[in-house]
Every structure is written in C-alpha cells, then in structure tokens.
T-cell receptor, first 115, second 121 residues
Framework: DQQVKQNSPSLSVQEGRISILNCDYT??????FLWYKKYPAEGPTFLIS?????DKNEDGRFTVFLNKSAKHLSLHIVPSQPGDSAVYFC??????????????FGKGTRLSVIA | GAVVSQHPSRVICKSGTSVKIECRSL??????MFWYRQFPKQSLMLMAT?????????EQGVEKDKFLINHASLTLSTLTVTSAHPEDSSFYIC?????????????????FGNGTRLTVT
C-alpha cells in the first residue's frame, strides 16, 4: 500500500520551459512534504519542503504547491535547465511531539531536460 | 554543510559472509540516522531508524538479526549485513538529521550519504 505516489515514472521537458512533477498521497495525517533530487550513484539531495499550513513555497527556480483537499503536491521548476535532469523523489512525514515520523518516499520521477 | 559520508560505495562479497557499511555525519551531530534500501526502479524503503545510544527501531519485515545497526556516537552509525545472500544485493543508503528546534518541523531535512551498492555472489 503506497502512501506516496508519483504516477509518472519519467518526464521530458525542453530547456527553458517549465517542468511540473506531481505527487499524490493517501495518508491524511501527513503534514510535512519534501522534494529530493537524485543523480546516478549519489544519495538524494534535499531540494525544498512545505508544511501543511502553507499551500506554496518558493526557492529560486523551484516552487512547491500543496493542495491538501486533493492530497496532491507538485514541484515546478522554471526555467528548466539540463543540469536539472535527475530523478526527483517526493516524500512525506507527520510532525508529532518533538520530532517527525520517518519519511515515506514515492518511487521517483526521472526528469530529462533537453537542450 | 550537513555532509553525510557513507563507506564503502561498492562492495562485492560471497554468500554467507558479513558486510559492514559505515555512515558518518561530518559536520553535524545527527540525532537520528535512518537506513534505507532501494531496489531498481523502486522508492527508498526505510529499513530502520537509529538514535544514538539506543537500539534501532526496525520496520516491519526487516530482520533485526540479519541487519545489525549500531549507532555508537552522534556522528557514526553502522549497518552490518550478516550472512549475506544474493537476495540481499541492493543499494543501501543512510541518512541523518539533526534537531532544529522545539517548533515544527523539529528536525532538519534528511541528509543522505551516497549509498552503497552491495552485490552478493
């Protein structure tokens, strides 16, 4: 039973255009969401996060949108660059007490930015 | 900042032997370390959560006697795959976080090592 779903295994975008990566979750208790980027033979690198009290968080070219009612979040990259080509993982957790539950990851979406 | 070093990056071992993987937080004290396993084209599956000085908490289906986790200090955790078999061949990744305060999100985002590709022949 996958609690975090990334239904698109791959996405190709032209350089300069917008990349939109989608993520759905089923556990309504999740209240903290993160996006990670992973290059081959490396560990994932944290990109951006959002708490459920917000519906948007922006950091440079990266913006994450959260739609709690739809249990959906998306990562927008604009403009896309060839160096953005990587696998992007969506992750979620529950903030509780003085810590967070362990992250639950989606399967990832491979983004290819074509020059 | 927040660098996590994982060693070795690749290891090939014979069936029945044991393999130790080290995970170090180089520039911060990791309150919690996590061990993940990734199969091809699959998501990162949490194996266990470890806090310094206490026993690791294993996820359902993960054999604690097979995957021994030691978190001896705030900067070092080790995963030992005991009596390895070919089905244990996988990509193992450690991650660490540190406390950021008394308000949510409480802990830093996870910082990952570069992973260890284990091949058991």
């Amino acid at each position: 039973d996958q609690q975090v779903k990334q239904n698109s295994p791959s996405l190709s975008v032209q350089e300069g255009r917008i990349s939109i990566l989608n993520c759905d979750y089923t556990n309504s208790m999740f209240d903290y969401f993160l996006w990670y980027k992973k290059y081959p033979a490396e560990g994932p690198t944290f990109l951006i996060s959002i708490s459920s009290i917000k519906d948007k968080n922006e950091d440079g070219r990266f913006t994450v949108f959260l739609n709690k009612s739809a249990k959906h979040l998306s990562l927008h990259i604009v403009p896309s660059q060839p160096g953005d080509s990587a696998v992007y993982f969506c992750a979620a957790s529950v903030q509780e007490g003085s810590g967070n539950t362990p992250l639950v990851f989606g399967k990832g979406t491979r983004l290819s930015v074509i020059a | 900042g927040a660098v996590v070093s994982q060693h070795p990056s690749r290891v090939i071992c014979k069936s029945g032997t044991s393999v130790k993987i080290e995970c170090r937080s180089l520039d911060f004290q990791a309150t919690t370390m996590f061990w993940y396993r990734q199969f091809p084209k699959q998501s990162l599956m949490l194996m266990a959560t470890s806090n310094e000085g206490s026993k690791a908490t294993y996820e359902q289906g993960v054999e604690k006697d097979k995957f021994l986790i030691n978190h001896a200090s705030l900067t070092l955790s080790t995963l030992t795959v005991t009596s390895a078999h070919p089905e244990d061949s996988s990509f193992y990744i450690c991650s660490a976080s540190y406390a950021v305060g008394q308000l949510p999100p409480y802990n830093s985002p996870l910082h990952f090592g570069n992973g260890t590709r284990l091949t058991v022949t």
